[in-house]
């Protein structure tokens, strides 16, 4: 671990996460891409596992694709994140996620303070250290962060209204909310920017910061996000979405439009005795459509 330049604690880490494997046959190499594993030749070694011979550790190498910094100081950043991007790696399987980006310009104790919806598009806060993190982070639990969103849904609304329905996880299935009494309380308020033909474009402001809430309050409604592949489909047809079953094709005649269209489009706040208030509202959803 010494010659890796790691710390006791992040080597731990590396074993606690099950990063570490043995090499059960010989390798000729002192290092090798995940590409080249051959299950056959490794087995990954369990915590409190006593290693002996040969072994490698699973290190994320980052890969930058570009980002969009709308504003950065020495402790946070704001970017605007696209659609399909996801905020967090969600497995060793995942390609690419921002902490590609935020690792690369600004080390590994930068990280998302909030969470966006992979095919949700917009603004995000960008914590660059240990400490800003941690201000961040407890400014969002205590609602301290002013958030407004973007949406384009289905149906024709012709008054602002407010939604005040309390959220809990879908037994049936994890990575879905539902509304439900026993749930946490989560409160919407939705104002009509513009009216289409079969649609509405939606200023949404969030009270309180549920997973899923403007998708699972709106779905409630009967006015779903326009693109959404889990609110408004039955589980069978969300799997298959998620398995990659149904053609591009399939997913708009199912959803109405070739992205969710969900867009970050307001962050306010103040920090440390600060006030800072960033806009995105350039965002045309019709082209989804």
């Not at 590396?14 to 051959?38: H, L, M, P, T």
């Not at 100081?73 to 905020?87: E, M, R």
């Not at 509304?179 to 939705?190: H, L, M, P, T, Y």
């Not at 649609?199 to 699972?216: D, E, M, N, P, V």
């Amino acid at each position: 671990m010494e010659n890796l330049n790691l710390s006791l604690n992040e080597a731990q880490r590396f074993c606690d996460k099950n990063r570490v494997i043995k090499a059960v046959s010989n390798i000729q190499k002192n290092s090798i891409n995940i590409s080249e594993i051959n299950t056959n030749d490794f087995v990954i070694c369990k915590k409190n596992d006593v290693i002996d011979g040969e072994f490698f550790l699973l290190i994320y190498d980052c890969v930058s694709r570009g980002l969009d910094i709308v504003f950065e100081n020495d402790d946070f950043a704001v970017i605007n994140k696209q659609s399909g991007v996801l905020s967090h790696p969600n497995g060793r399987n995942c390609e690419y996620s921002l902490c590609d980006e935020i690792w690369k310009l600004w080390g590994k104790d930068s990280c998302v303070t909030h969470r966006l919806d992979a095919q949700t598009s917009g603004l995000l806060l960008i914590a660059k250290n240990k400490n800003s993190a941690k201000i961040i982070k407890k400014m969002f639990e205590d609602r301290l962060i002013y958030k407004e969103y973007i949406a384009l849904v289905d149906g024709i609304i012709t008054k602002d209204f407010c939604v005040s329905a309390k959220l809990k996880n879908d037994l049936n299935f994890k990575n879905k909310m539902i509304i439900a009494n026993d749930g946490k309380s989560a409160k919407s308020e939705f104002h009509i920017l513009k009216n289409y033909t079969n649609s509405t474009l939606l200023k949404c402001i969030l009270y309180t910061g549920r997973q899923h809430q403007l998708r699972a309050h709106l779905n409630y409604v009967n006015h779903k996000i326009l693109g959404d592949t889990i609110y408004g489909l039955d589980i069978k047809t969300i799997c298959d979405i998620l398995d990659k079953k149904l053609s591009k094709n399939e997913i708009f005649l199912l959803t109405k439009a070739k992205r969710l269209c969900l867009h970050s489009s307001m962050l306010k706040f103040t920090y440390n005795n600060k006030e800072y208030v960033f806009n995105d509202e350039n965002i045309n959803f019709l082209d989804e459509i």
